[in-house]
């Protein structure tokens, strides 16, 4: 295994790493999430800022690990292509060497056969290199629809509960959500 082999195996275990500290930031933002709402139900309320403070802290602890595992898996998806394209110098290389004694001998069937092999191989590296680079792009997740992201953020809200104002082009029309948190004793349902 390569030095540059080795790099890559270590990216992939370090995303990996993070997506679980992620996932465990979110188990502790929900714990700390109902340690406030208990605390607001005994009407303590100077503790429920420190839960709420909590679970702000690892609400965005979460965000921070899953965007800095999202880098490391797209540098990962780099370095992937890297190994795989000096794969296919050395085997074009070979292909070269094999090029350079048919010439001396100017075999014309050697020299063909050996023209068709790299071909082949450069047909390779080139279906190899295009989906490495669109693995990279889908890694850093910028493929996302903007309104997709939309919808789904007002369609969480809405089963939450919380009513949100926000301004979205979905199709060159514009769709605005409510303003305000719903009261649990006294809830209007607007249109």
Do not use: C, W
């Not at 082999?5 to 979110?26: G, M, V, W, Y």
């Not at 340690?35 to 965005?60: F, V, W």
């Not at 898996?73 to 350079?100: E, F, H, I, L, P």
């Not at 050996?114 to 191989?121: A, G, K, N, V």
């Amino acid at each position: 295994m390569s030095g540059l082999e080795k790099a890559l195996f270590n990216l992939k275990f370090t995303a990996k790493q993070l997506t679980r500290q992620a996932a465990r930031a979110q188990k502790d933002e929900s714990s700390e999430r109902s340690k406030l709402k208990k605390a607001i139900q005994q009407g303590h309320s100077d503790i429920g800022k420190i839960y709420a403070a909590n679970a702000i802290r690892k609400a965005n602890e979460r965000v921070n690990l899953l965007r800095l595992a999202s880098r490391i898996d797209a540098v990962a998806s780099r370095v992937q292509t890297a190994v795989t394209m000096r794969q296919v110098t050395g085997s074009m290389a070979n292909v070269v060497k094999g090029m350079d004694g048919a010439m001396k001998n100017m075999d014309l069937e050697k020299i063909s056969a050996i023209m068709e092999r790299f071909e082949t191989q450069f047909e390779d590296m080139d279906v190899a290199t295009g989906y490495y680079e669109q693995a990279t792009g889908e890694a850093t997740a910028s493929a996302t629809p903007q309104e997709d992201v939309d919808r789904l953020i007002l369609q969480v809200a809405d089963e939450a509960g919380v009513e949100l104002s926000m301004e979205m082009e979905m199709g060159g029309a514009s769709v605005s959500g409510r303003v305000g948190v719903k009261q649990t004793d006294q809830v209007e349902e607007d249109g």
